[in-house]
């Protein structure tokens, strides 16, 4: 990948519907430029599918990141374990046998036995556990909450949307037998209310770049907020995102994508220089899986179509 590409994925990440157009502005380029880019993608494995679900901030839902040194014999076997789960999205394995294992819990009363759950399975002593706060990554279109209800119908939409986001208006109308307009009408109202995510399954170690994620320990009197907004004013497009974490707050976990080993120790030596951490760690990236979770079946549980399975 370039940083044309990096870019691309952070947009279609944040919305895998924005038009190739829109996608073609932003980035200077033609929009059959864009459409070979997004081409390419997914045909080296970078983008694996276009995605819509429900949003983790409609349904009230935690995401949180487990993470640690696992004492597994088989790395590989404790990922399956892990991904067997119905809660765990997200498991990446980077160097030194470390884990981050992403999770969507329905609330936090399922907060410990997950916890204890990976920490069996994956063998790690002393696992650290992070509650992402919900605007330290992909905010929702919304400022502060949703009054929206979604339907039968609603929910029907995104499931005809939830593993091709970028399929046509008059596609998903012909297959769920409504009108464009009614499609149109609805799925915009959801996306201004940030009752939908739409975003895609993105591989970056599929290509031969470097995917580093850094902890920085903050000092006592910075802002967690305005570092994290240093960073991204300042590292883009190298870093990728950051997290926040609730329950932690002298702790940003960043990743950083490089082409090069000389242009991470790079970025590593600028953000000493920033002045603002007590500790910068970071730890590369090897392999990433991405599981279907409860977050998926309930599209097909509230659309109200009965014996429908959930597209793979």
């Known amino acids: ?39 390419s993608l997914v045909e080296t494995g970078i983008i694996r599918t276009f995605t819509a679900k429900v949003s983790l901030f409609y349904l009230k839902a935690l995401n949180v990141i487990v993470f640690g040194r696992s004492e597994a014999r088989s790395i590989d076997e404790a990922c399956k374990k892990l991904g067997e789960n119905d809660s765990t999205y997200w498991v990446a394995v980077a160097s030194g046998n470390y884990l981050y294992v992403g999770a969507y819990l329905v609330n936090i009363s399922e907060l410990e036995p997950y916890v204890a759950f990976v920490g069996k399975e994956a063998q790690i002593t002393d696992p650290t556990v992070g509650i992402i706060q919900f605007d330290s990554w992909f905010p929702p279109s919304s400022s502060t ?26 596609e998903v109308a012909k297959e769920l037998g409504i009108s464009a307009k009614t499609v149109r009408r609805r799925l915009s109202k959801m996306i201004s209310d940030g009752s939908i995510d739409l975003s895609i399954e993105w591989y970056p170690d599929a290509s031969n770049d470097i995917m580093t994620i850094f902890h920085l320990g903050l000092k006592a009197s910075v802002d967690k907020r305005k570092a994290g907004a240093l960073l991204a004013n300042k590292y883009s497009p190298n870093l990728i995102f950051f997290w926040i974490f609730g329950n932690l707050p002298n702790l940003l976990v960043c990743l950083f994508w490089t082409t090069t080993m000389k242009e991470l120790q790079t970025i590593r030596e600028n953000l000493q220089r920033e002045g603002i951490f007590e500790s910068i760690n970071p730890i590369i990236l090897n392999t990433g899986y991405i599981f279907e979770t409860w977050r998926d079946k309930i599209v097909i549980e509230r659309s109200g179509i009965p014996h429908r399975k959930v597209p793979r």
């Open 1 to 39: 990948m370039d940083k044309t590409d990096v870019v691309l994925s952070l947009l279609l990440l944040a919305n895998s519907r924005t038009p190739y157009s829109e996608l073609a502005n932003k980035l200077g380029l033609s929009v059959n430029a864009v459409h070979k880019r997004i081409k």
């Open 145 to 170: 909450s949703i009054s929206a209800t979604l339907k039968p119908l609603d929910y029907q939409i995104i499931s005809a949307l939830q593993k091709n986001s970028r399929k046509n208006i008059p």
